[in-house]
């Protein structure tokens, strides 16, 4: 797999994205991997198209944190 960036013209609009809105969630998906998964980069749009590409992922919860774990000592 190429490690980008993703051009326009390597994909095929659709009716539901262009070729220009592929390329950016082929090159905004490497850039998140990259950055070891930073938090800042995983907006609702790009949870949306993930799990438009992927199926449910996951519940998007706006300002929840997946990147930390809580725990609580009884």
Known sequence: MPKGP???AEFMPTKFSTDAD?????????????SEWAQALFTKDFYHRL?????????YVEGA??????TIAA
């Open 51 to 59: 799990s438009c590409c992927f199926g449910h992922i996951a519940n």
């Open 6 to 8: 993703f051009f326009p």
């Open 22 to 34: 592929k390329a950016d969630f082929g090159n905004h998906f490497l850039r998140f991997i990259e």
């Open 65 to 70: 944190s997946m990147w930390s774990v809580h």
